[in-house]
């Protein structure tokens, strides 16, 4: 086993738990009185939470409250990161000083403003007055160096800098292509304060109405004992393969990462088990702190939270809950599938030792999990029909006779646990190590499952809210913390049932505490990351920034797209994720979606979103910033730089996946049957393992270069076969744009054709091309058709001009860029329409031929299997 370079100690427990409250929940704790204040005001904060998610919040709550949520959940927030995190490091930590108590107090009392004096902004229109001014900005300031110590400098300075570009943006100092006129005080804080288009925009809409109770749930459930439960059935179907510890390492951060937001938490919670035993089995501390690294980050992009980005995407997308959560899905399963893949590779390239002596067949411990997952979804899925038969048989009073069924299932599930022990964490630096057997320990966490099965059916099946899925979710977990303990204490025939109860209570207190706590930093970050958004609307700077990048880039969209995921990195480096996400996609999505459709690539909005927000996580891995890593080496005791490296390595899935969802949108399951998704998901996950082997340099044995370059190729292959096909058989045809009438008269219905649109740009005046999609219609002549597009065209000597599409109608918002009535007219300069091309899926047949020449190689090379050790238990 490979010895850490540096000899450094792993941190101890405490340790890590001071370090996952500095980063994530504040790392002050105040004793006595004060401490109990705090812990209050947090509990307080999730109840309201709680109150305005729930169905009945119009009865229970204010109109004015309810108009102000966001207010209150900043003011909440803002009163919370003064109290809780330290400005200094020099700064106590047992107690609160006289400064922070009155910047809480102030900080909370501003965010508040808009809910005191509600009626005169209203009547102002929103246009701050010389009091509301002054106001806004002692708000800002305060609000930056909340997020300043909650979130590090780098938000902070990022958020200045942008306030900056408001007030002196007419400047000589600053390069003339973004200058701009500049703001008054006035003005800008209006813009930043007073209206819903900075600070309390979207994003803290979003962090108010969604985030909070997906946070708070994730915080109960690991509470009540949910990630334990997690980590140990990973263990114990994983634990004894070879590589086994790492493998259970991939998986049981999955799970985690399905409640979690936090990667530093994410690494913590299972790395201290996870990293002892990888390091045991013989990988290096850097190794095992990396594997740890590249599976808690990408919990991120495990639905159903993804570290609150699904949520945005709704609001910036304008899709539903359901759809982002399912263009999400694919791409992150199979990512996490060629990270168990990494873990495989890596220990058989170094005969690493199995744990214990049990015998377990890879095949059937894949597909056992695979049936596990398979029941659980089914079961989520076959909910729906007994739940309507109750509906219909008791129309009146379902919801109650549903819950009482939920309670029934739960005290039998609850019944089941009773019959075994209860789950306590394993020491992995014990001498004898002993793995849990699945069929011992199955039956002490199934209840778990409860609450999930509730959350998945309300978004699913019912398609509710988020926020309301989750407060139904949260529920019945309110229910379990306080009845899991003394009723197992009943059922087991203890006499200490009021203990019982009384842990019980402790624990869903402790659970609303640090889901308030959590809550901290995401909410301070959509709130900072929205003065960014407001500088965008208010100056206009994002045209100007599509307008340099796409120079920079001399208009290739694959060079664009590389600056694009260069940019998230480094703003991600001092960023949170939610916060790099909402500013990238801020400037750059529309730049993306532009240059693309001049490029004559329609780049669906989601995707570029889901683009962004990919490269927003792996700044958590990058060097020399990458949190996670730094957590990950304070766990493993290896080095941080070295450990980041190493997970930027295991995570090159995830670099990649990005560009193939770009130009290949049946990844994300964009406009497929159900049996297109099935055939896509069964080649996407062979191709993620052709990659990950040609990046590995291990297949079979030990890939030479030209075959881990052949594999690679494969893959592409395999992930974008319309590339080849479109050059063995193109996808578009030519017409003359004069012959444009002509031809859509004969066009097929639903046939989607591509029209390039050439003309003067309104701002620059300069030449502008843009490829529109234009799906025809049912219409029965061309000229109709184009005409139910808003497309009014007229042919001067033999140029297609075209005249300004009318306000509402399909095209007007895509053309308005053009300058209509300059000297040069907008035209159509080309037309293409759609050919019978060849299924792209041909190309997998030489493809899987070339996969399966160079498995014949490598088998005959391949060396007899060594005898796999084992490690005493």
């Not at 590995?696 to 030209?706: E, P, Q, V």
């Not at 070339?850 to 088998?859: H, T, V, Y």
Request: hydrophobic letters at 55%; a negative charge.
């Amino acid at each position: 086993m490979a010895s850490n370079a540096e000899g450094r100690k792993p941190l101890s427990e405490q340790e890590l738990q001071e370090l996952v409250a500095a980063t994530d929940s504040g790392g002050r704790s105040p004793s006595g009185g004060v401490g109990l204040f705090l812990a209050v005001v947090a509990v307080i904060w999730s109840l309201f939470q709680v109150v305005l998610a729930s169905p009945v919040s119009n009865l229970i709550l204010p109109g004015s409250v309810i108009n102000n949520s966001r207010q209150l959940h900043l003011a909440f927030a803002i009163f919370l990161a003064f109290a809780a995190y330290p400005a200094l490091r020099s700064s106590p930590r047992h107690y609160i000083p006289i400064q922070d108590w009155i910047m809480a107090f102030l900080g909370a009392a501003i965010a508040l403003y808009g809910y005191f004096f509600y009626t005169k902004i209203v009547a102002s229109g929103g246009l701050a007055d010389d009091t509301d001014k002054w106001v806004a900005l002692v708000g800002l300031i305060l609000l930056f160096e909340g997020a300043r110590r909650a979130l590090g400098p780098a938000m902070a300075i990022i958020a200045t800098i942008f306030l900056l570009y408001v007030f002196f943006g007419s400047s000589d100092l600053v390069p003339e292509v973004i200058r701009w006129k500049g703001a008054s005080l006035r003005k800008a804080m209006s813009h930043m304060w007073i209206t819903s288009e900075g600070v309390f925009g979207i994003a803290l809409g979003v962090s108010t109405k969604f985030v909070f109770l997906f946070v708070l749930f994730g915080a109960l459930l690991d509470k009540a004992g949910a990630g334990n439960y997690f980590i140990k059935m990973a263990f114990g179907a994983l634990g004894h393969l070879r590589g086994g510890p790492a493998k259970a390492a991939v998986v049981g951060s999955a799970a985690t990462g399905l409640i979690s937001g936090s990667s530093i938490a994410n690494v913590v919670t299972t790395g201290t088990f996870t990293i002892p035993l990888m390091k045991r089995v013989g990988f290096s501390s850097e190794q095992a702190g990396a594997v740890e690294v590249a599976s808690s980050v990408n919990g991120q992009i495990m639905p159903p939270v993804m570290g609150a980005a699904a949520f945005l995407m709704v609001e910036y997308v304008g899709i539903s809950y359901v759809e982002v959560i399912t263009h999400a899905a694919l791409p992150a399963v199979i990512s996490y599938i060629a990270l168990v893949y990494i873990v495989h590779l890596e220990a058989v390239k170094r005969n690493m030792p199995t744990i214990g002596d049990r015998v377990v067949s890879m095949g059937r411990t894949i597909g056992g999990m695979a049936a596990f997952f398979a029941g659980f979804a089914l079961l989520c899925y076959g909910v729906q029909y007994p739940v309507r038969w109750i509906m219909a048989l008791f129309p009146g009073a379902s919801g109650w006779v549903l819950s009482a069924l939920v309670m029934l299932t739960y005290l039998a599930l609850l019944w089941l646990a009773s019959r075994t022990d209860d789950l306590v964490p394993d020491d992995p630096n014990s001498d004898v190590v002993e793995l849990p057997v699945i069929s011992e320990i199955y039956k002490a966490g199934l209840y778990y499952l409860l609450p999930i099965v509730v959350l998945v059916y309300f978004l699913m099946i019912e398609q509710k809210s988020p926020g309301l899925s989750a407060f139904w979710a949260s529920m019945l977990l309110f229910v379990i913390l306080l009845t899991q303990r003394p009723i197992k204490s009943i059922m087991r025939g203890n006499n200490d049932t009021m203990n019982a109860f009384a842990a019980g209570l402790i624990d869903l207190w402790q659970g609303l505490v640090d889901g308030a706590r959590n809550m901290i930093g995401i909410a301070l970050a959509t709130a900072t990351a929205g003065v960014i958004v407001g500088t965008v609307t208010l100056t206009g700077v994002g045209q100007v920034m599509a307008n340099l990048v796409e120079f920079m880039s001399g208009g290739n969209l694959i060079l664009m797209l590389i600056m694009v995921a260069l940019l998230s990195l480094v703003l991600g480096m001092g960023l949170p994720t939610t916060a790099n996400y909402i500013v990238v996609s801020s400037l750059m999505v529309a730049v993306v979606v532009e240059l693309g459709a001049q490029s004559g690539l329609i780049v669906p909005l989601i995707a570029v979103h889901m683009f962004v927000f990919y490269f927003g996580i792996m700044a958590d891995v990058t060097p020399p910033v990458g949190l996670a890593s730094f957590a990950a080496a304070a766990v493993s005791g290896g080095d941080a730089i070295r450990t980041g490296f190493i997970a930027f390595f295991y995570s090159l899935r995830t670099v990649v996946l990005p560009f193939m969802f770009i130009f290949n949108t049946d990844l994300l399951l964009l406009d497929v049957s159900w049996v297109q998704g099935i055939m896509v998901a069964i080649v996407a996950t062979g191709a993620i393992l052709i990659f990950t082997a040609g990046t590995m340099g291990w297949f079979l044995t030990k890939s030479r270069i030209y075959e881990s370059i052949a594999l690679i190729l494969i893959a592409f292959a395999l992930f974008r076969p319309g590339f080849f096909m479109d050059y063995i058989d193109a996808p578009f045809e030519q017409v003359e744009p004069a012959q444009i009438v002509t031809a859509m008269d004969s066009a097929r219905e639903g046939s989607e054709w591509r029209f390039v649109v050439a003309g003067p740009d309104y701002n620059t005046s300069k030449e502008t091309t843009l490829s529109l999609p234009i799906e025809i219609g049912p219409e029965a002549t061309g000229a109709e058709r184009l005409e139910a597009q808003g497309l009014t065209i007229m042919v001067e000597d033999g140029i297609v001009v075209l005249d300004e599409p009318m306000f509402g109608t399909a095209l007007a918002s895509k053309l308005d860029k053009f300058d209509f009535y300059g000297d040069e007219p907008v035209r159509i300069s080309a037309v293409k329409r759609p050919t019978e091309q060849l299924p792209k899926e041909l190309i997998y047949i030489p493809a899987l031929i070339l996969l399966g020449l160079i498995a014949l190689l490598q088998r005959r090379r391949a060396p007899r299997a060594p005898e796999v050790k084992e490690v005493p238990v």
